[in-house]
């Protein structure tokens, strides 16, 4: 079956917000800075189009991958994308979706680069993205690379998440990205980078949490490198510090699942940790210690008896 293409002509104006405009979620590239792809090919630098991947097809559940290399569906990746579609309907309480995450997987860089370029022209250069467009189609663009792990787990846990919810806010949608990308058996592993800088910033006094300032950010171009890490800390602060910090994010959840404005996350949050940015500092700057890895708590909420059944391996 050939690809469907996405709705381009919806893509004029990214940072428009309204029926006509995309919302996408983009793979921040280590030590990138902002540089625009389109200064290096304003202009059009490629002189020919190229199309999506279509060579071969693979449906596993949700995800629908085309490429134009040969993946089975034995493949570590695609387990590995399989499993994590397990995880995150188990860890975060969230029944299983079954509406389809588009991956588009290209053969190397150049090719995805022509792609973006001709399809999306002035996006910001990344390893990959995820899209949805007005007409709700959840799209990942990327292309086979060293890092293909992660960078598939962070798109398309944003895939999954949208396919789930009514709304993500942004600094929630990139939060748990970053919790589910890092790889292994059991969520919540630390992210090392995320957590070394943290903690040094802390030392440092060179940051303090600040909740209310993320929950305001709307636009992904205003989301600094900084930001991600805090996302991150705040999903893993709230998972992993107690069972009323964790319950009120799957609370949360299930709130955005019906209702696209639940308010802010800050209050409830507030509410069961007194003094919460005293708390988060502390969390934040032991996170290089022992004692965070694989921690959890039950859920005292009911699950999918399909979710409940499923082991991890
Ligand atoms: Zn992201």
Same mark, same amino acid.
């Given at each position: 079956?050939?690809?469907?293409?996405?709705a381009?002509?919806?893509?004029t104006?990214?940072?428009?917000?309204g029926?006509?405009?995309?919302r996408?979620r983009?793979?921040?590239l280590?030590?990138l800075?902002?540089?625009l792809?389109?200064a %290096?090919c !304003?202009?059009?630098?490629?002189?020919?189009?190229?199309?999506?991947? =279509?060579?071969?097809?693979?449906? /596993?559940?949700? $995800?629908?991958?085309?490429?134009?290399?040969?993946?089975?569906?034995?493949?570590?990746?695609i387990?590995?994308?399989?499993r994590?579609?397990l995880?995150?309907?188990?860890t975060?309480?969230?029944?299983?979706?079954?509406?389809?995450?588009?991956?588009?997987?290209?053969?190397?860089?150049l090719?995805?680069?022509?792609?973006?370029?001709?399809?999306?022209?002035?996006?910001?250069?990344?390893?990959?993205?995820?899209?949805?467009?007005?007409?709700k189609?959840?799209?990942?663009?990327?292309?086979?690379?060293?890092?293909?792990?992660e960078?598939?787990r962070?798109e398309?846990?944003?895939?999954l998440l949208?396919?789930?919810?009514?709304?993500v806010?942004?600094w929630?949608?990139? %939060?748990? !990205?970053?919790?589910f990308?890092?790889g292994?058996s059991?969520?919540? =592993?630390?992210?090392n980078?995320? /957590?070394?800088? $943290?903690?040094?910033d802390?030392q440092?006094?060179?940051?303090?949490?600040?909740l209310?300032?993320l929950?305001?950010?709307?636009?992904?171009q205003?989301?600094?490198?900084?930001?991600?890490?805090?996302?991150?800390?705040?999903?893993h602060?709230?998972?992993?510090?107690?069972?009323?910090?964790?319950?009120?994010?799957l609370?949360?959840?299930?709130?955005?699942r019906?209702?696209?404005?639940?308010?802010?996350?800050?209050?409830r949050l507030?509410?069961?940790?007194?003094q919460?940015?005293q708390?988060?500092l502390?969390y934040?700057?032991s996170?290089n210690g022992?004692?965070h890895w694989?921690?959890s708590?039950?859920?005292?909420g009911?699950?999918?008896?399909?979710v409940?059944?499923?082991?991890?391996?």
């Amino acid at each position: 079956m050939k690809p469907t293409s996405p709705a381009s002509c919806c893509l004029t104006s990214i940072a428009t917000e309204g029926p006509g405009a995309p919302r996408l979620r983009r793979r921040e590239l280590l030590g990138l800075l902002a540089g625009l792809w389109a200064a %290096g090919c !304003a202009g059009t630098k490629y002189t020919h189009r190229i199309g999506l991947p =279509q060579s071969h097809s693979l449906k /596993a559940e949700q $995800l629908q991958l085309y490429s134009d290399i040969k993946i089975e569906k034995e493949h570590p990746v695609i387990q590995d994308l399989q499993r994590l579609r397990l995880q995150m309907a188990e860890t975060l309480d969230l029944p299983l979706g079954t509406k389809p995450v588009v991956v588009y997987l290209f053969s190397n860089e150049l090719e995805y680069k022509q792609y973006l370029d001709t399809k999306f022209p002035g996006f910001p250069k990344r390893r990959a993205y995820f899209i949805e467009t007005a007409g709700k189609d959840l799209s990942v663009y990327t292309w086979w690379g060293d890092q293909i792990g992660e960078d598939l787990r962070h798109e398309y846990t944003h895939g999954l998440l949208h396919a789930s919810l009514t709304n993500v806010p942004l600094w929630l949608d990139e %939060g748990l !990205a970053e919790y589910f990308e890092v790889g292994g058996s059991i969520p919540g =592993q630390i992210n090392n980078e995320h /957590a070394q800088l $943290l903690a040094s910033d802390v030392q440092r006094g060179a940051w303090r949490p600040d909740l209310a300032r993320l929950e305001y950010l709307e636009e992904v171009q205003d989301m600094a490198r900084a930001d991600y890490r805090e996302a991150w800390a705040w999903v893993h602060f709230m998972m992993h510090s107690s069972p009323d910090t964790r319950q009120v994010l799957l609370d949360y959840l299930q709130d955005l699942r019906t209702d696209p404005n639940p308010g802010p996350l800050r209050d409830r949050l507030s509410a069961v940790a007194p003094q919460l940015d005293q708390r988060m500092l502390g969390y934040v700057a032991s996170l290089n210690g022992p004692g965070h890895w694989g921690v959890s708590f039950p859920s005292s909420g009911a699950r999918p008896t399909a979710v409940r059944a499923v082991s991890h391996p």
